[in-house]
């Protein structure tokens, strides 16, 4: 509906008094402003841009410098929009519509945990997102091998968030930090083996308090294990195999 179009239904409906308080109003004054006008108006507040009919690039981007938040309000927003308000922080990206791979980089390389926020994120984007927090493949559906390993040499407890972890990848836990046995269901004898082997004292008590294996169950009690020396555990394990 054209303005004039507007006016006329205003009046009809609500009178002539009616209409002339919209013209007075603020928003009407910036929905007709000249651009120098919308870009005093968003400047002081970057939201306004929600008044402003068709803005320009060079409002939209003023206003998303003076609030980030602006970008929810701009139909359609240039890819330049777009990292201007990825730049800012990562969680604006969950405004923008079909971000492309580059805004899903940047957007990720501000707030890792912004990839919560993106549909059908690339290989490379997860990379990212995992090597900047292992926690952060929480929020990725089909976790890949290569993805999980990225994930654990950059913090071993973010094995309590993968699915299904592969043997190599509770091994390469385990061995950077043995205490994330907790988090593993059915451990292999390969994996208990290289701790009695390869761990302290602390840690294979740890690891004979949280689970419960056939390997030992089938060799030794647990409640005769937990109280041994390490060597002892060694000896028992290599007489037991």
């Not at 091994?171 to 950077?176: D, G, R």
Request: proline share 3%; hydrophobic share 35%.
């Amino acid at each position: 509906m054209k303005l004039s179009e507007l006016k006329e239904t205003v009046i009809a409906i609500r009178g002539k008094e009616k209409w002339e308080e919209i013209e007075n109003s603020k928003i009407f004054k910036i929905y007709m402003a000249p651009e120098e006008e919308q870009l005093k108006v968003v400047q002081r507040d970057g939201c306004c841009i929600k008044y402003i009919k068709n803005p320009s690039e060079k409002v939209q981007l003023e206003a998303i410098r003076e609030n980030v938040d602006a970008i929810k309000y701009i139909k359609n927003p240039s890819e330049e929009l777009q990292l201007e308000a990825v730049r800012q922080t990562g969680y604006a990206i969950k405004y923008i519509k079909d971000p492309s791979e580059k805004v899903q980089l940047e957007a990720i390389r501000k707030n890792t945990d912004a990839i919560q926020y993106i549909k059908n994120p690339s290989e490379e984007v997860q990379l990212e997102a995992v090597k900047g927090n292992g926690y952060d493949i929480r929020y990725i559906k089909n976790q890949s091998e290569e993805l999980q390993l990225e994930a654990i040499r950059e913090n071993a407890d973010a094995i309590q968030y993968i699915k299904d972890p592969s043997e190599k990848v509770q091994l390469e836990a385990v061995k950077k930090y043995g205490y994330v046995i907790q988090y593993i269901k059915n451990p292999s004898e390969e994996l208990i083996d290289y701790i009695i082997h390869n761990k302290n004292l602390e840690v294979i008590k740890y690891t004979l308090r949280h689970i419960e294996n056939d390997l030992f169950e089938k060799t030794f009690k647990l409640s005769e294990l937990r109280n041994k020396t390490l060597e002892e555990i060694k000896d028992l394990l290599n007489k037991g195999k």
